[in-house]
């Protein structure tokens, strides 16, 4: 099974850099995702991590260590838009690598 | 990627009713997604529709309640039946986006109300 773990709430400052981190436990791992959910929408894909190391995508950068289990989603120089939910979700190898399992969400809020 | 038509967008059900759910999408994909996201939750996978086969679902998800339907590579159907409030959720298809290194493409979801 999978088991992943994300903070459930954090705060930032418009124009500061926020770390939303993301561990899991799973029985087999072929990548990891980062959606954005604002409220009411459906998630919007930011990233995809399957080797260890940064990949960075204008002010959004994902990290990940595959033999730590860690993963983090970096937002730089924050803006009121981003105040949403940023879920990480776990991809299984072989045939049912369709079925991703979702972490609960971190609910990033930006004040001004 | 892939750009998903869902409807409807939103509903409000008595309990003991059913409601379909559509997803149509504008290229044709193998397999097709249907999660659940109740208030304050993340997503959890309801089953998967594959054209030409049954649905293939979750642990904690029947057919008889959750039926549903893959006529084609571009269509789907979710059936919540004889609903009771704890359906109350907002529903979700999606499908691979470009051989699934670029995550999932969602529908907009469809809420719904039972009361």
């Known amino acids: 099974g999978q088991n992943i773990d994300q903070p459930t709430e954090m705060t930032a400052t418009e124009g500061a850099i926020v770390q939303i981190n993301c561990t899991y436990q799973?029985?087999?791992?072929?990548?990891l995702f980062w959606y954005q959910q604002h409220a009411g929408e459906a998630p919007t894909f930011l990233s995809y991590?399957?080797?260890?190391g940064l990949e960075e995508k204008g002010r959004f950068s994902s990290f990940l260590s595959r033999s730590k289990g860690y993963s983090y989603l970096l937002l730089k120089e924050l803006q009121m838009k981003d105040s949403a939910s940023y879920l990480c979700?776990?991809?299984?190898?072989?045939?049912?690598?369709?079925?991703?399992?979702f972490g609960d969400g971190t609910t990033l809020t930006v004040k001004p | 990627s892939a750009v998903i038509s869902q409807k409807p967008s939103r509903d409000i059900c008595q309990r003991g009713t059913s409601l379909t759910i559509q997803c149509q999408v504008d290229s044709q994909v193998t397999m097709m997604f249907w999660y659940r996201q109740q208030p304050g939750q993340s997503l959890t996978l309801i089953a998967t529709a594959n054209q030409g086969s049954e649905a293939t679902y979750e642990s904690g998800f029947v057919i008889d309640k959750f039926p549903i339907s893959r006529p084609n590579l571009t269509f789907s159907t979710l059936t919540v039946s004889n609903m009771s409030p704890e359906d109350s959720s907002i529903y979700l298809c999606s499908v691979e986006a470009r051989g699934g290194f670029h995550g999932y493409t969602f529908g907009s979801g469809t809420r719904l109300t039972v009361v």
């Open positions: 991590n399957v080797l260890d």
């Open positions: 979700a776990v991809r299984p190898p072989g045939t049912n690598a369709g079925k991703s399992t």
């Open positions: 799973t029985s087999g791992f072929n990548g």
